[in-house]
């Protein structure tokens, strides 16, 4: 089992004095558990940071799956965005699935989101959102871009309505959203529109991210950028 406790010694609000403005920095973050077959596997971790009008997201993800010592499959993620007026300005991200990489570089020009990546090269238009999942903002997007190779995702997505989703902090009802296309998962966003679980097939079997641990509202600052 994989487990990280981290949120960044996240204090809420931070505040950068300079000589000739004032700069509100705002940050928070989010743990899930990723569980498969009922084994907790590895974890998914993301934070956000509001500095003047942009914002920063790392998105840091680990799972490691193993019978008997014998590693059966891993993969790792490291993921930075950067997004300006909810739309993206770049991207940059690492994959590694057992000893395959996969990547994906993306950066705003004024031809439109130049993507490089280990499966779609291309230039794309448009306010596509991305795998990172962080907001329902999303999906209102048709296209979202694949953070592990760059591939440009068309998706729908359809409200099932409320649910209760059992977590380490309690229950939480949460709207159950099924997305279907290119990309099939279930993704949930409580009240105040925050991630809160999400569940996909992986293997022949259920996958879910459980909500382990959060501290503040990443959709609260994304909403005010």
Known sequence: MIRRYFLLGLGGFLFNVGQTNTVLSQTSGTVFNIRWRDLDVGYSSI????????????????INVSLFKIQLFSYALKCNEIWK?????????????GKKREFCKVKRSSNGLEVRGSA??????GNPGTTSYFTPDFLEREIWISTQNGKPLKI??????????????GTIRANNWE???????????????EWVASAFK???????FVLHNKVGRINQIWEQS
């Open 179 to 193: 997305v279907s296309g290119d990309l099939n998962l279930n993704l949930y966003y409580d009240k105040y529109n």
């Open 120 to 125: 779609f090269s291309g230039v794309l238009h």
């Open 85 to 97: 007026k909810k739309r993206l300005m770049s991207l940059n991200s690492e994959v590694l699935i």
């Open 47 to 62: 934070n956000l940071q509001q500095i003047s009008d942009r914002i920063y997201v790392d998105v840091d993800v680990k």
């Open 156 to 169: 729908s997505a359809k409200n099932l309505g409320v649910e209760r989703i059992d977590s380490p902090l």
């Open 202 to 208: 992986a293997g022949g079997s259920l996958a879910s």
